[in-house]
């Protein structure tokens, strides 16, 4: 006993006996220069596997999730000596995980040089910054009014390491970055690319103010296509006569109305009723992900259909013939001849 007593002395110098029988053990068990509090009761014949075990809320902390282990050492240890060994183990590895999962916060210098540098771009520019200053939202406007988004995801050996940069940009924003860069560089990156896409911009946001944008129906920044409504159709002949009227001088919808001689129709001028953009024989716009893209050839009609509706119809129909992986047939709608080019899938 004497000789457990000395040994636990030595390895838990701060826990001291609370009574004279030695059943009460109080105050601190040292682990990786960290002091927790405990306080450990025995019973009368000092079995551990009848012992009852306080920790401070701190500990409780550490050992969430290894109760169940801590709980099976207290059975098994023969000593108490033995149970506060078992118990400095187990706190090492909790205490590793734990570390692995939360990093040490950054030094001093890494608060002070990013308010240094959000005072030097203007408090007005940020949108949005957590806690820890690792995610920061800066916003900004490019020459035509429009308001931009700049994300950046700090790393814990910022400035030697580029931060993430998230943008809603239709090609990648690559930083150009070294340990000497800072958030007023990055900004200064981000507003040369507005620049660069301000021409393009400028042609969808147009397209998207005097036209039906059927396709996506809320298109980001990051969006590069569009799909929209026409009236007329088919446009092909068009097209192949008037295509020498393109001006490069002229906006991209502009020279479409010019060569295809159409009037693009906006959605605040037309109802859905309007312009029927259901299949003409499933009444559905999306299935299966597909959209309607095949239109009756006659202008008078030119009800859209998804492709694989008309081809089950025009197959099921007696007057309807192939040629290769072409369907000739009369139209659900109008009745007038309709063609249907079928893809490889459904050859």
């Avoid at 507005?194 to 298109?219: G, H, N, Y």
């Avoid at 030119?302 to 369907?327: D, K, M, V």
Wanted: glycine share 4%.
């Amino acid at each position: 006993v004497a000789e457990m007593e000395a040994s636990l002395l030595r390895q838990c110098p701060l826990l001291l006996p609370q009574n004279r029988a030695k059943t009460v053990y109080e105050g601190f068990i040292s682990v990786q220069g960290r002091d927790f509090h405990l306080r450990i009761e025995l019973p009368e014949d000092l079995q551990m596997k009848n012992a009852r075990l306080l920790c401070s809320w701190q500990l409780k902390t550490i050992l969430n999730g290894y109760h169940q282990i801590v709980q099976q050492r207290m059975q098994h240890s023969p000593d108490l000596m033995s149970f506060l060994m078992e118990l400095k183990m187990v706190l090492e590895v909790a205490l590793k995980k734990k570390q692995e999962l939360c990093p040490p916060p950054p030094p001093p210098q890494f608060y002070s040089s990013l308010i240094e540098d959000i005072g030097i771009l203007g408090w007005d520019k940020l949108v949005f910054v957590d806690t820890c200053l690792s995610t920061i939202k800066l916003k900004a406007e490019d020459a035509s009014g429009r308001k931009h988004l700049i994300t950046l995801k700090l790393k814990a050996k910022y400035p030697a390491e580029s931060p993430d940069c998230f943008v809603d940009f239709p090609v990648p924003f690559s930083v150009s970055w070294t340990p000497q860069s800072s958030l007023i560089s990055i900004y200064g990156q981000f507003l040369a690319a507005l620049e660069s896409l301000k021409a393009f911009w400028d042609v969808m946001d147009e397209i998207d103010e005097k036209t039906w944008v059927l396709e996506p129906e809320k298109p980001t920044r990051s969006a590069t296509a569009r799909r929209i409504a026409l009236v007329v159709k088919p446009l092909g002949i068009k097209l192949s006569r008037n295509i020498h009227l393109w001006d490069p001088e002229n906006s991209l919808l502009q020279n479409l109305k010019d060569v295809l001689e159409i009037d693009f129709p906006a959605r605040t001028n037309l109802e859905k009723s309007d312009f029927s953009m259901d299949c003409g024989i499933c009444y559905s716009y999306q299935l299966d992900g597909a959209i309607p893209d095949q239109v009756c050839d006659n202008p008078q009609c030119a009800q859209p259909f998804h492709q694989i509706c008309l081809y089950e119809w025009l197959r099921g129909l007696l007057t309807s013939r192939q040629s290769f992986n072409i369907i000739f047939g009369e139209c659900p709608y109008c009745s007038k001849p309709i063609t249907l080019k079928m893809s490889g899938r459904k050859s």
